[in-house]
C-alpha cells in the first residue's frame, strides 16, 4: 500500500506541474458541453418554442388550399409566409433564405370537389342500374391529378423533408375524406343538418412518458449532452495519461522505476488511482455545468435529484475503462507521436460509434452491431438507464460489468505486455 500511494503522490506531483494539461482536461470539456448543448438544445425543444419561416403561394383560394394553411399554423412549427410567385419563392428557398416553399396549384378545391362527386355519383348510378337494369351511363369528364409542388433548401437535411412531406400528405388525405362524405351525405339526403357519418377520428395516438411525482418525464437537451460529453471528456484522458507513460519512457524515469523494488503493476495502479481522481472531478463539475451554470444561460436544468450515488458509480466504471485503454496504450506506443494522435482519433472514433454524436438506432445495420464494442456506448446506455429511464442499480449492472471487464483486460494486457519486452 506504501508504494502505492508513493506512485500516486508522484503521478499528482507531475500533473500538478503541468498547467496546460490540467486546464485542458478540467476546461476544455466544460466548454465543449456549453457549446454542444446551446447548439442541441433546438432539436429538443418543443415545437411551440421553435418555428421554422416557410413560405405559400396559393394559387387555389379554396377550402383546400385554407385547410392546408391553417394546418400549417395550428402545427406550431412553422411560421407561414404568403408569397404570390412561385419564381420569387423558389429563388428564395433556393439561395438558402427559407428552409421550404409550398405553391399549391389552381383550382385545387373546385376540381378536387368535381373528382370526388363524379366519383360519388357514379358508384350511387352503378347501384341504381343494378336495381333497373338499365345499361346507360353518363359520359365522365377526365380530370387531370393536381400536384403541390416543395420547394426544399439543397442543405436541408432528408429527416426534414421526409416530415414535411408525410405532414402535408397526411393533411391533404384528412380533406379528401372529409370531401368524400361530404359527398355520400349530400347524395343521400337532402336536409344538409342530418348528420349520417360519423367523421371524427376513431384511431388516435397517445404517447406515454415515464412518471416522476405524478408529473412526466421530458428529456431535455440537458439530459442527453452532459451525460455523452461527460463520457467523452473522461476518456479523452487516455491522451494525457499515455503520453505521461511514453514521456517516461523516454527520459529515462521509467528505467529508474525499474531499478526500485516496484512492479510495472504498482506503478500502474498509481496512475489508476490519481486519473481515476481527475476523472470523478470531471464528472463534478459537468453535473455543476448542468446543474447551475446551463439553466443561467436560458437552458434546461439538470436534473440529478436521487440519482447522485448511480450516476457516481457509472462515472466511476467509466473512468476505469478510460484509464485502462490509456495505460494499454501508453504501455505499446514508443513515441508522443504515435500515442497523442492515436489516442485522440481512437477516442473520435469510439464516440462515433458508440452514439454520443449521432444514436445508435439510426446508424446502418452493421454499425449498430459495432457499437456494442465500444466501451463509450456502454457508458452512455448506463447514464440513460439513469438520467432518463430511472433505472436501479440492477438496471446498470450489465454495463459497469462490461466497463470493469474492459479495465481488467486493458490494465491485463498492459502488464503482460510490458513483461513480455522487458524479458527479450
Not at 267 to 284: A, D, E, I, M, R
Amino acid at each position: 500500500m506504501h508504494k502505492l500511494l508513493a506512485s500516486t503522490h508522484k503521478e499528482f506531483l507531475l500533473l500538478s506541474r503541468d498547467i496546460g494539461a490540467i486546464s485542458i482536461l478540467f476546461l476544455m470539456p466544460l466548454v465543449l458541453i456549453i457549446t454542444i448543448t446551446l447548439i442541441q438544445d433546438s432539436t429538443f425543444k418543443t415545437v411551440h418554442d421553435t418555428k421554422i419561416p416557410i413560405l405559400i403561394v396559393d394559387n387555389d383560394n379554396g377550402k383546400v388550399s385554407k385547410a392546408v394553411f391553417d394546418g400549417l399554423k395550428n402545427a406550431n412549427s412553422f411560421e407561414v409566409i404568403q408569397k404570390h410567385n412561385e419564381d420569387e419563392a423558389k429563388d428564395l428557398v433556393f439561395s438558402g433564405s427559407y428552409q421550404l416553399a409550398i405553391i399549391i396549384p389552381e383550382r385545387l378545391s373546385s376540381d378536387l370537389e368535381y373528382k370526388i362527386n363524379q366519383n360519388v355519383e357514379g358508384i350511387i348510378e352503378k347501384f341504381a342500374m343494378e336495381e333497373s337494369d338499365s345499361t346507360e351511363t353518363a359520359p365522365i369528364k377526365a380530370i387531370p391529378s393536381k400536384e403541390i409542388k416543395l420547394y426544399f433548401d439543397p442543405a436541408s437535411q432528408i429527416a426534414f423533408k421526409t416530415s414535411v412531406k408525410n405532414g402535408i400528405d397526411k393533411m391533404i388525405s384528412q380533406i379528401e375524406t372529409a370531401s368524400i362524405y361530404k359527398a355520400f351525405q349530400d347524395q343521400i339526403t337532402d336536409d344538409p343538418t342530418e348528420t349520417i357519418f360519423e367523421t371524427d377520428k376513431f384511431i388516435t395516438f397517445k404517447e406515454i412518458m415515464p412518471l416522476k411525482d405524478n408529473k412526466e418525464i421530458i428529456p431535455n437537451s440537458v439530459q442527453h449532452n452532459v451525460p455523452a460529453w461527460t463520457l467523452f471528456a473522461i476518456f479523452f484522458i487516455i491522451v494525457p495519461l499515455s503520453i505521461n507513460i511514453v514521456k517516461e519512457k523516454s527520459q529515462g524515469t521509467f528505467v529508474r522505476l525499474r531499478t526500485n523494488p516496484v512492479s510495472y503493476a504498482t506503478v500502474l495502479g498509481g496512475k489508476t488511482v490519481l486519473y481515476l481522481v481527475v476523472c470523478l472531478v470531471q464528472f463534478v463539475l459537468m453535473l455543476l455545468v448542468g446543474t447551475y451554470l446551463l439553466p443561467a444561460i436560458g437552458l434546461p436544468q439538470l436534473d440529478i435529484s436521487g440519482k447522485l450515488p448511480l450516476l457516481f458509480i457509472v462515472a466511476f466504471f467509466a473512468g476505469l475503462a478510460a484509464i485502462g485503454l490509456g495505460l494499454l496504450l501508453g504501455t505499446i506506443a514508443k513515441t508522443q507521436e504515435q500515442s497523442a494522435p492515436f489516442g485522440a482519433t481512437f477516442v473520435v472514433i469510439l464516440a462515433a460509434i458508440g452514439g454520443v454524436w449521432v444514436p445508435v438506432f439510426i446508424m446502418p445495420k452493421f454499425m449498430q452491431i459495432l457499437s456494442n464494442i465500444s466501451p463509450m456506448n456502454w457508458g452512455l446506455n448506463a447514464f440513460y438507464d439513469v438520467f432518463l429511464r430511472n433505472g436501479s442499480l440492477l438496471d446498470i449492472l450489465p454495463e459497469i460489468s462490461l466497463l470493469l471487464l474492459f479495465f481488467i483486460l486493458t490494465m491485463g494486457f498492459a502488464i503482460i505486455y510490458n513483461e513480455k519486452k522487458n524479458a527479450v
